[in-house]
């Protein structure tokens, strides 16, 4: 097909006409500009999805449909359109529940697209039958079920809409026989809401409390990446000299970079951050939920200022005083409310400006010391952790070298990371301790499970964030347990072109769950103990290459050697980390408690 051809494939029918069903819904999606779609081919829209291809969409076959909802979930979050993911009904569809969840939570605008059963057998228990709508009410923001044929691109294309003005998932739900027939209608135009600032009432007290603010902290979330915010968050810091902290695992939603960047909030994040907003007496929460998960005590601070007023931004005014008492609520865009809040700021006479420089030493003081104890801390020194090294030095991996601290692996890392990267991480314990060495400059960067926290999660995500950006830099971090359930997925990458570089952390253990047994039942491990093959074997044996990494010497140059095979070959590459199994701090420690044993047959289970 000619450049010339692709293009007019590309247009879109005008007016109302006679067409399928299935062309309705693929011309609908051409109308949206989706261009790819994740999942795995199956007969329930096998008649639209064989025109898919002269509309100019592809179609990625995957290993695991849950891996086209991640894949889906990455490219949404990097190019701020619609991910796409699709699959045959029944069980193509409800292997998609976990990644639909997991993108609710990251709030990306992913349609997923589910074929169900045929409108004359549905209710007789038919093969690959069952309730679709149900499975997925939890994790979307809107469900659109096609109840005619002649209605398939109004539900199509509103679910394109809800998906963006929502800023989350949404389903489309079609009965399989809607796809055949003769119809006649017109292609929706997408539509987009236009976000403005919030209240011209909520923003004059903003400004007032900010006036009158001494040591103002802005938390930059999740919100300021999606409006595309970063720049206008930057201003507003300038104006008020505020150390600026990233809400929890939106390592991207201010450049590490400026001065006023001072880290994660959250599990395993920045100490300085941490300390500098515990000092606030104003705490500008600008497009994010301030989730409770990411407000946790860590590093044994309990740093959330009590006592400090809170002005939350956000785009949906349910989250507004959700979890934490605030003082002023903005529902608005986070970036076009930053511009507001900074021109009614411009020309005033703040209590801060007296103590700009000031500040700014605190902030430069406070970084300064967390950056010397992340030098520092080369291992972890709680007891089980020092038996775990001690052991380690009497053992040799299978690739006969040593087993490594991962706090030094991350750190090198980090040294080595290229420009203008992408990373993705899985759950887990090494992953969540890399978020105090995961710094970016650019949005758009950093992709973690967010709230819903599942394994597997890594590795198809940046995938679809490589479909998505294919001429950025894209890597995986992920431990040995969460690797298991989407190694799979290496497949497709070698398959359909996708180079990606992962990063495994070779523990041998279920890292994060494991700690509970060491801190709550006194070392009695259960299935927490990994008995794993070489990944990197694994990976070459998929087509891929693989490098074990057993010297600390080598973890850098083995990133860079790898990231030129993604960039320059076309090589997806997995870095295979032997590590020791010390464990840093539990995800929360509010989460158990110390067991009680009644029964006399387990009296020393405590």
């Given amino acids: 097909m000619s450049t010339q051809d692709s293009a007019d494939n590309r247009k879109v029918v005008q007016g109302k006409q006679k067409m399928t069903p299935s062309e309705a819904f693929v011309e609908t999606m051409v109308a949206n500009g989706v261009t790819d779609m994740f999942g795995i081919m199956g007969s329930a829209f096998m008649d639209a999805m064989d025109i898919f291809a002269p509309a100019g969409i592809r179609l990625i076959p995957v290993v695991h449909e849950q891996g086209a909802a991640h894949m889906a979930d990455g490219y949404a979050r990097v190019s701020g359109r619609h991910g796409m993911v699709i699959g045959q009904n029944g069980p193509g569809i409800s292997n998609c529940v976990t990644g639909i969840a997991a993108a609710y939570w990251a709030h990306s605008p992913v349609v997923i697209v589910t074929p169900e059963a045929g409108t004359t057998g549905i209710g007789l228990g038919g093969f690959q039958e069952c309730k679709q709508l149900p499975m997925f009410q939890e994790f979307t923001k809107y469900q659109g079920h096609v109840t005619h044929p002649s209605r398939m691109a109004e539900y199509t294309g509103r679910c394109f809409d809800r998906a963006m003005s929502e800023m989350g998932p949404t389903q489309l739900n079609i009965p399989r026989d809607y796809f055949y027939g003769e119809i006649e209608c017109e292609i929706p135009k997408p539509a987009r809401v ?104 860590q590093h044994g601070m309990d740093y959330w200022p009590k006592d400090a007023k809170i002005i939350q931004i956000d785009a949906d005014h349910k989250m507004l005083g959700l979890v934490k008492k605030i003082s002023v609520g903005i529902c608005g865009d986070a970036r076009e409310a930053a511009i507001a809040l900074t021109e009614r700021l411009s020309g005033r006479n703040l209590e801060c400006d007296a103590t700009k420089d000031s500040r700014l030493s605190t902030i430069r003081e406070e970084k300064a010391a967390w950056e010397a104890e992340l030098d520092e801390w080369t291992h972890e020194k709680d007891a089980f952790s020092l038996d775990a090294i001690d052991e380690a030095k009497d053992e040799k991996p299978f690739s006969g070298g040593e087993y490594l601290h991962p706090r030094q692996v991350l750190r090198e890392l980090e040294k080595a990371m290229p420009e203008d990267v992408m990373v993705s991480t899985d759950i887990g314990n090494i992953n969540s301790v890399a978020h105090s060495y995961l710094r970016f400059d650019k949005p758009r960067s950093f992709f973690a499970p967010m709230s819903f926290g599942n394994c597997g999660y890594a590795l198809p995500t940046i995938m679809g964030a490589k479909t998505a950006a294919p001429e950025r830099p894209a890597i995986a971090y992920a431990g040995d347990g969460a690797w298991g359930m989407s190694l799979m997925e290496i497949m497709t990458a070698v398959r359909h072109d996708i180079p990606v570089t992962a990063v495994v952390f070779h523990n041998r253990q279920w890292g994060a769950e494991k700690k509970n047994q060491v801190e709550f039942y006194n070392r009695r491990f259960v299935a927490g103990e990994l008995d794993n093959q070489s990944f990197a074997e694994i990976a070459r044996s998929m087509g891929a290459e693989g490098i074990t990494v057993d010297r600390l010497e080598d973890v850098g140059p083995a990133l860079k050697k790898a990231i030129d095979m993604q960039m320059n070959d076309g090589k997806t590459c997995v870095i295979e980390v032997m590590c020791t199994r010390e464990l840093g701090d539990p995800f929360r420690r509010d989460a158990l408690k110390k067991p009680v044993r009644l029964l006399e047959k387990y009296q020393d289970y405590v």
């Fill in 194 to 297: 236009d976000r403005g600032p919030g209240g011209s009432k909520s923003l004059d007290e903003a400004a007032e409390l900010l006036a009158s603010a001494r040591f103002p902290v802005i938390v930059s979330g999740g919100g300021v990446v999606m409006a595309d915010g970063v720049e206008e968050c930057k201003a507003l810091a300038e104006r008020l000299g505020a150390p600026v902290v990233n809400s929890y695992q939106h390592n991207d939603s201010f450049p590490a970079s400026h001065p006023l960047w001072c880290g994660p909030l959250g599990y395993q994040g920045s100490k300085a951050g941490m300390k500098l907003i515990s000092q606030a007496d104003v705490v500008i929460a600008l497009g994010t939920r301030l989730g409770p998960f990411g407000t946790l005590p």
